[in-house]
Every structure is written in C-alpha cells, then in structure tokens.
C-alpha cells in the first residue's frame, strides 16, 4: 500500500521559515500532479499549493502566494514545500497528497480538490508564535 511520509514541521516564530519534504513508503509508485494541503483546528482541509508533473505548472492560494514556493523531484517522487514569512495564521496540519498516473491528467489544469488526489500523507504539524 502506497503512503506518503510529511517531515520538517515543528515550531517557529513569525517570520521565520520551514521546509517541508514529502515522499513515499512502502512500494514504488507514479503520480502526476502533487499538493499540499492543511487544516486548522475547527476549520475545513483546504488547498495550500499544487504543481503539475513537469513541474511547470504551479497553483498557490491566495493566503500563501509570495510567501510558499512548492517543488518536486520526480526521480524521488518527493515534493517540498518552502515557506517563508511565515504568519501566525499558517498554523496548521500540513498534509501533502498525490495523484494516481493511472487517473485522466492534464499538465494544464491545477488540481486542488481534495477528491483529485489518491494518496495522502499522515501529516505534519506546523505552528507559528506571534
């Protein structure tokens, strides 16, 4: 069964930075797209970043844009998220997720529903202090 594994959360004050890494466990696999998601407590599991297989397409929320920077590396099928200036309210749940190569793919189309994706990660917490 394939799982993906989050690392690099932890505690930081704002304006400081975290790099978050996600890659598989258990047996080998092909994704196309890749995201980052997070959830807050009491509020929903919402799009943070995604970025298409080649790499070439990226989307970034609103909230984050400027300030995150997602890449990937296929040849590890691992993507990272960098985030910079971070804010009290990027406290947070970080789960990364990928999709399927076997699904319908477009290297045009930003997917950032939760239902677009097969596999997630357990997550990784990551907390801001004012």
């Known amino acids: 069964q394939v799982q993906l594994v989050e690392s690099g959360g932890g505690l930081v004050q704002a304006g400081g930075s975290l790099r978050l890494s996600c890659a598989p466990s258990g047996r080998t696999f092909s994704s196309s797209a890749m995201g980052w998601f997070r959830q807050a407590p009491g509020k929903d599991r919402d799009i943070v970043t995604a970025i298409s297989r080649s790499g070439d397409n990226t989307y970034y929320s609103d909230s984050v844009k400027g300030r995150f920077t997602i890449s990937r590396d296929n040849a590890k099928n691992t993507v990272y998220l960098q985030m910079n200036t971070l804010k009290p309210e990027d406290t947070a749940v970080y789960y990364c997720?990928?999709?399927?190569?076997?699904?319908?793919?477009?290297?045009?189309?930003?997917?950032?529903?939760?239902?677009?994706?097969?596999?997630w990660g357990q997550g990784t917490q990551v907390t801001v202090s004012s």
């Open positions: 997720a990928a999709r399927s190569e076997r699904r319908y793919y477009s290297g045009s189309y930003s997917y950032t529903r939760g239902n677009d994706y097969d596999y």
